[in-house]
């Protein structure tokens, strides 16, 4: 362990406003229901219950004792064993999603769902599709997808930015993973994802999970069969015209390992299908516009910033080094929201955690967005306060937006990138305020992404640089503190 990390972490147990748990510590089973009932809670509202657990039962809590059936865990010392100790600790319990069993696997056997040597190859093969030499070519097309949106918004207007940042980042995965730009299959793919989505998190096909006639899977299978035709119209297609990869489909299918391994056809879709989960930026970009919106003062800062910098103009890679002022609101807010909520762990063997004594396989949960709001770490952690970043340099498990370790996302920095061009462009064409009275609330339901949920609805004003902060409701007042 880390000298360093471990002087900070007796400084988290000893003057952290909660104490340090007792061993065992954690919600009581229910009557009856046991920790079903507790299980239930955490998959209903993920938020609400880590955050009530961290409060009531400090740093370290379980379900059950003896041994216990899941750990929550939020100080930097065990998000480092759980990220670092690979062997020991898997991202996967152990369930395979062989695209073999079902057409469902196909979209589900990503390397988010692998481990060990398969992870290893699987992230070498995906390397050359995230290399640093893509990046101009992911700024013209973010810029270009953009410009596109934006045109067609009007002073005056209220948009609904949920529903225009989904739209818009969907398009420019579309560009830049698998190349694609012709509107009725952006449109069409667009529409066959939300159902893929709306269909999983439905009720119809958890609890009848069967392909017959009427049924919503049957339904979910026939979207999902559409959209791997398309996927493989593409892939054929590039394989046709040969050449240059110019996507990150492209750069996939001519990888190879050391020993001359490739990705077969379903890894290519599911990979694609994987980076293509515009959901995790989408929420940051939303996420940050609301935090600028309702900060006046960040709000004509970012502006100010700018215009001095860009003169109106999209920005390109280099300017992007030359606006420190977005960089930290950017980091400030995937502080605060996070785009994965928590992450679970589980142990490839019988080991001890804390005063735990784990049986093979439980689960471990960490979270970034508890560990980010511990106050021995940040001040004033629920508050919105980009000028932090001004002199704090967290290490990298105390602020983890995009993972840390082996497992860390490899998107991070495209996943930047895209929200800070887009931050750029439209806060220089418009000056968004939220609707008085908007709700803002997050997912509920079993999400590990911290996503808004339903409209978020902005007027769209010239920027007259009347800046202002909008009175909202809804359950983000719990997560962020405003005033």
């Not at 067609?152 to 609904?160: H, I, L, N, S």
Request: glycine residues 6%; contains cysteine; proline residues 7%.
């Amino acid at each position: 362990m880390d000298t360093h990390l471990e002087k900070r972490f007796s400084s988290y147990v000893s003057t952290d406003a909660v104490c340090a748990p007792a061993s065992y510590a954690g919600p009581a089973p229910a009557p009856l229901l046991g920790y079903r009932f507790q299980r239930s809670r955490f998959w209903h509202d993920p938020v609400a219950f880590l955050d009530a657990t961290y409060k009531k039962y400090g740093l370290m809590s379980s379900l059950g004792s003896d041994p216990p059936e899941w750990i929550f865990t939020f100080s930097p010392q065990f998000n480092q064993k759980l990220t670092e100790e690979i062997d020991l600790f898997h991202w996967t319990s152990g369930k395979r999603w062989a695209a073999t069993d079902s057409i469902l696997g196909i979209l589900r056997s990503s390397i988010s769902n692998t481990d060990g040597d398969e992870y290893r190859r699987r992230r070498i093969l995906m390397t050359p599709a995230f290399h640093g030499n893509w990046l101009s070519g992911w700024r013209d097309a973010m810029v270009e997808q953009t410009e596109q949106a934006v045109a067609r918004w009007q002073a005056g207007e209220v948009k609904d930015v949920h529903e225009e940042f989904n739209k818009l980042v969907h398009s420019i995965s579309m560009k830049t993973v698998i190349g694609v730009d012709d509107p009725q299959v952006v449109s069409r793919f667009y529409d066959l994802v939300q159902k893929i989505y709306a269909t999983t998190l439905g009720l119809g096909t958890a609890l009848f999970p069967y392909d017959l006639p009427g049924t919503p899977y049957r339904r979910m299978i026939r979207t999902v069969t559409e959209l791997l035709d398309i996927f493989r119209r593409v892939i054929a297609d590039k394989r046709a015209r040969g050449g240059a990869p110019t996507d990150m489909l492209g750069a996939m299918m001519l990888a190879t390992t050391p020993d001359g391994a490739t990705l077969t056809d379903t890894e290519l879709i599911s990979e694609s299908f994987n980076i293509m989960g515009h959901e995790t930026t989408m929420a940051a970009l939303i996420w940050t516009l609301i935090f600028i919106v309702q900060h006046p003062e960040v709000n004509a800062g970012v502006v100010d910033e700018l215009k001095s910098v860009l003169r109106g103009g999209a920005p390109t890679i280099q300017d992007l080094t030359k606006l420190p002022l977005l960089d930290r609101v950017v980091k400030e807010s995937l502080r605060l929201m996070p785009p994965q909520l928590f992450t679970r762990r589980f142990n490839t063997a019988p080991c001890s955690l804390g005063p735990y004594n784990l049986r093979k396989g439980a689960m471990i949960v960490y979270s970034s967005y508890i560990t980010h709001r511990l106050p021995t770490i940040y001040s004033e952690p629920q508050r919105f306060r980009p000028e932090r970043w001004e002199t704090i340099k967290p290490n990298l498990y105390e602020y983890f937006p995009f993972g840390a370790g082996v497992h860390s996302c490899i998107g991070r920095t495209f996943a930047t990138t895209e929200i800070k061009i887009i931050l750029a462009i439209v806060l220089q064409r418009f000056r968004p305020e939220l609707v008085d009275g908007a709700r803002i609330d997050r997912m509920p339901r079993a999400m590990l992404l911290l996503r808004p949920n339903g409209a978020i609805p902005m007027k769209l004003s010239a920027p007259d640089r009347q800046f202002r902060a909008s009175r909202i409701t809804g359950n983000l007042l719990e997560m962020v503190d405003f005033t």
